[in-house]
């Protein structure tokens, strides 16, 4: 995907990039996504825990493939409460929540601190080179994510991600790395090389 030059405000990005996903032939990203699937999987080979991830919308890059293909790890998912987010381990049944996005039931579903996840893996509509994320204007993420001290992974298609500064403000909660179909972008906060070779822990 090619993105114009972005503007300066934030809701005028978030147009921008959902405009151009929108008219990209669905081959094309198709051809993106199993890059994609392939690169985030070799990445999850190498890590353990319990992580955090998410149901796709139909306009996200999708992590669904390559959780299948880790069962190594033990997977929780988020749940729109209030304002922020609550996680469940391993739901079994789904209901649809804020924005149509499938969600644990939480009567058939394992409430789990956030503190007890190893890693989470989070959408978003744009990245930059120094983890700065733009999401979709709900905030939940930044809420929910504001003290974690866990590891945050960006998801997004390479095109997403841009070499120029991201408006920023001081309660974006910034990403320790971002995986894309063509790379890993590290970021260096707190955490090292170590652990795109699986060594991160999180005791």
């Not at 990005?13 to 081959?27: A, G, K, M, Y």
């Not at 070499?163 to 920023?168: D, I, K, V």
């Not at 974006?172 to 063509?182: A, I, Q, R, S």
Request: proline fraction near 6%; aromatic fraction near 10%.
């Amino acid at each position: 995907m090619k993105l114009e030059k972005y503007k300066k405000t934030k809701a005028e990005i978030r147009s921008e990039v959902l405009r151009c996903i929108r008219t990209q032939p669905q081959l094309s990203i198709k051809k993106h996504q199993e890059a994609f699937d392939l690169n985030l999987g070799a990445f999850l080979k190498k890590q353990t825990g319990i992580w955090s991830a998410y149901r796709p919308l139909s306009n996200e890059v999708s992590p669904s493939v390559s959780i299948h293909h880790s069962p190594h790890i033990r997977w929780a998912y988020p749940r729109v409460k209030d304002q922020s987010l609550e996680f469940y381990l391993e739901p079994q049944v789904w209901t649809r929540g804020s924005y149509g996005i499938e969600e644990p039931d939480p009567s058939h579903s394992k409430l789990i601190p956030l503190q007890d996840i190893n890693a989470c893996l989070i959408p978003g509509l744009a990245f930059d080179r120094q983890g700065t994320r733009l999401g979709r204007g709900s905030g939940y993420f930044d809420r929910a994510l504001e003290s974690y001290q866990g590891l945050k992974v960006g998801l997004a298609f390479a095109a997403q991600v841009f070499s120029e500064s991201l408006p920023c403000e001081k309660f974006d909660v910034p990403m320790d790395l971002v995986v894309t179909e063509k790379e890993t972008v590290m970021i260096h906060h707190h955490y090292s090389n170590s652990i795109v070779e699986g060594e991160h822990r999180n005791d």
